[in-house]
């Protein structure tokens, strides 16, 4: 008998998906025309109650797309976060920006404290601007994301933003239905609270069109421009006139369809990642050294995924027990390498990187499909019990 294979994260494709692509197929509507990428930009505005969405080919060039229209320059500097995937940052680099690096706290999300204190310290406000001491540089945004679905501490983090007049782009790629249940931003879900928002469609995500990509807001004007500019700036459709550099950047109708079958699972998506990220807390108890991390209490997350913090007693370290877990078939992996170590961004500012390290040495993403049985979660659970005993 061969061995089970249990898979980090993968799609859940049980609804209405095959109906719905199979329909844009038979009336020929499969490329970036087609009634289901407008439909699709409707229903999620409507899920996430904005104003408006625009599709696009994925979250990377979302976040493109939400830097420009945020007035983002090649002269300018971006706060980003180091504990991310580089999709995050690299999107600064494409204008010609350059990002400096912000630590994380216990939530994996940017530290607001640390970030107040740079904003402080290492920055003036002058005539409405804020200017890094150390390179001179405007510091126009900051880009927050919501790691595995968790919520950054949007409060703190909009009170800096305001105080000196800062745009925030929330990278939601990872929280589609993550939103605050207390507090100042109560119903508000991520990617809704800042300047802009982007949510990511891809494979892994907790509804995917195998790409794709949504940026939303309740600024009509920025969502009018975004539109523009994904989709080659055309200021004259029928005489093919263009008024500035645009981007074929659209969401094709065929990846639409398959959106909005998944988007009416979602709820129910992230009921089972709830289920299953409570068992694995309650059972993970019994074993010394490792710990499920917490999601913050403030907040109904989308559970996407589970980050679990290795360290002593456990008898394995972190890539022991993704080794351990691979010769037993299951996948898990480490959390990404730091952005700022990286060697595109050597070179680049940081600022009291600390936290991030830790984690990066101690958590590692366990299965967390929207399809895992709760007898697979069981064998994880059994296997982590028993280190070593393939």
């Known amino acids: 008998m061969s061995q089970k294979f249990i898979p980090l994260s993968v799609p859940n494709l049980k609804g209405k998906e095959l109906e719905y692509v199979t329909k844009a197929i038979k009336t020929e509507w499969v490329s970036t025309s087609g009634p289901y990428v407008n439909e699709f930009e409707e229903k999620i505005a409507a899920y996430v109650n ?20 945020c007035g983002v320059t090649k002269d300018d500097e971006v706060i980003v976060p ?32 640390k970030l107040s204190e740079f904003c402080n310290n290492e920055c003036s406000f002058i005539n409405g601007k804020l200017i890094n001491n ?34 925030v782009i929330e990278d939601a790629t990872e929280a589609l239905g993550t939103y605050y249940i207390e507090g100042k931003y109560r119903g508000k ?26 940026i939303v807001s309740n600024d009509k004007e920025l969502l009018k421009r975004a539109k523009h500019l994904t989709t080659q700036a055309k200021s004259d459709e029928l005489y093919y006139t263009h008024d500035e550099i645009g981007y074929n950047y659209r969401m094709t109708n065929l990846q639409a369809a398959l959106g909005l ?30 710990t499920i991390l917490n999601f913050r209490d403030i907040i109904r997350p989308n559970y996407w995924f589970y980050a679990m913090y290795c360290d002593k007693p456990y008898s394995l370290n972190r ?28 070179d680049n500012q940081k600022y009291k990187i600390e936290k ?20 697979d979660v069981l064998y994880v659970v059994e296997c982590l019990m028993n280190p070593g005993k393939a």
């Not at 691979?326 to 060697?343: A, E, H, T, Y």
């Not at 991030?356 to 007898?375: D, F, G, Q, R």
């Open 50 to 69: 904005v104003k408006g969405a625009v599709s696009c080919q994925n979250g990377t060039s979302g976040l493109h797309i939400a830097l420009l229209v």
């Open 82 to 113: 180091t504990l991310t995937f580089i999709a995050a940052v690299n999107p600064v680099k494409y204008i010609g920006a350059e990002p400096i690096f912000m630590d994380c706290d216990d939530s994996l999300t940017m530290d607001p404290d």
């Open 356 to 375: 991030a390290k830790k984690y990066l040495e101690h958590v590692v993403n366990i299965p967390c499909s929207s399809n895992l049985s709760m007898e």
């Open 189 to 214: 879900f991520a990617g809704t609270i800042g300047t802009v928002g982007v949510y990511s469609f891809n494979g892994n995500k907790i509804i995917t069109t195998g790409g794709g990509g949504m």
């Open 261 to 290: 079958a998944q988007l009416e699972q979602l709820e129910s998506f992230i009921a089972v990642k709830e289920k299953n990220y409570k068992l694995y807390k309650e059972k993970l108890k019994a074993i010394q050294g490792l």
């Open 319 to 346: 890539d022991q027990v993704i080794n351990y877990l691979s010769s037993r078939g299951i996948q898990s992996r480490p959390i990404w390498g730091l952005i700022s170590d990286q060697k595109p961004y050597l």
């Open 134 to 167: 150390k390179t001179k540089k405007h510091i126009k945004a900051i880009v927050v994301v919501h790691v595995f679905g968790n919520m950054a501490d949007m409060e703190k983090i909009m009170e800096i933003a305001d105080k000196y007049n800062l745009k």
